[in-house]
T-cell receptor, first 111, second 118 residues
Framework: QKEVEQNSGPLSVPEGAIASLNCTYS??????FFWYRQYSGKSPELIMF????GDKEDGRFTAQLNKASQYVSLLIRDSQPSDSATYLC???????????FGIGTKLQVIP | GAVVSQHPSRVICKSGTSVKIECRSL??????MFWYRQFPKQSLMLMAT?????????EQGVEKDKFLINHASLTLSTLTVTSAHPEDSSFYIC??????????????FGSGTRLTVV
């Protein structure tokens, strides 16, 4: 079982719709969860982080965490073509705080 | 915010030569540096973790004699790919963390280096 699992997509949504990106993780002891956006050929940039169960909202983005189900998601409201990118789920675990990334979900927002 | 400068952004080298990639933290002291590699359509894979002044810890399957990591100062870490081969062609990214910071504060990524070995 992979440590951090994501559907690679592509996930296609029309402009203005809600995009829902999902991620599961295997380490129950994981404490910190991140969503990064990566454009092709570029380095990842941090979108959201979440530590506690529940929802966390920041502008058009909402991160959701359910530690019991070992599940974290990212909702993007009012999706824009500029949101088209690969979204990486990342989890911090282990004794020395290393970050483990999922494979990423490619999102395509259709104008 | 924190900035990590990574150079070069692109490099093409001949098979058998060595390539050095630098990451500098510009406005904070990077006590820990993480080096990642990303092949096309794959996720970032951690290669090694280095703490300033000590030897790097390599992930399983990563050859420490091939990928030399130096973290001699709090603002500079280097990755040297020795005797590069075409299969080493990849996107290499560093990520730095300062001391005493929460995880979300400290994981600043460099801009990445696209290495092509011909």
């Amino acid at each position: 079982q992979k440590e951090v699992e994501q559907n690679s997509g592509p996930l296609s949504v029309p402009e203005g719709a809600i995009a829902s990106l999902n991620c599961t993780y295997s380490d129950r002891g994981s404490q910190s969860f991140f969503w990064y956006r990566q454009y092709s050929g570029k380095s990842p940039e941090l979108i959201m982080f979440i530590y506690s169960n529940g929802d966390k909202e920041d502008g058009r983005f909402t991160a959701q965490l359910n530690k019991a189900s070992q599940y974290v998601s990212l909702l993007i409201r009012d999706s824009q073509p500029s949101d088209s990118a690969t979204y990486l789920c990342a989890v911090i675990g282990g004794g020395y705080q290393k970050v483990t990334f999922g494979i990423g979900t490619k999102l395509q927002v259709i104008p | 915010g924190a900035v990590v400068s990574q150079h070069p952004s692109r490099v093409i080298c001949k098979s058998g030569t060595s390539v050095k990639i630098e990451c500098r933290s510009l406005d904070f002291q990077a006590t820990t540096m993480f080096w990642y590699r990303q092949f096309p359509k794959q996720s970032l894979m951690l290669m090694a973790t280095s703490n300033e002044g000590s030897k790097a810890t390599y992930e399983q399957g990563v050859e420490k004699d091939k990928f030399l990591i130096n973290h001699a100062s709090l603002t500079l870490s280097t990755l040297t790919v020795t005797s590069a081969h075409p299969e080493d062609s990849s996107f290499y990214i560093c990520s730095a963390r300062g001391s005493g910071e929460k995880p979300v504060d400290g994981y600043t990524f460099g801009s990445g280096t696209r290495l092509t070995v011909v």
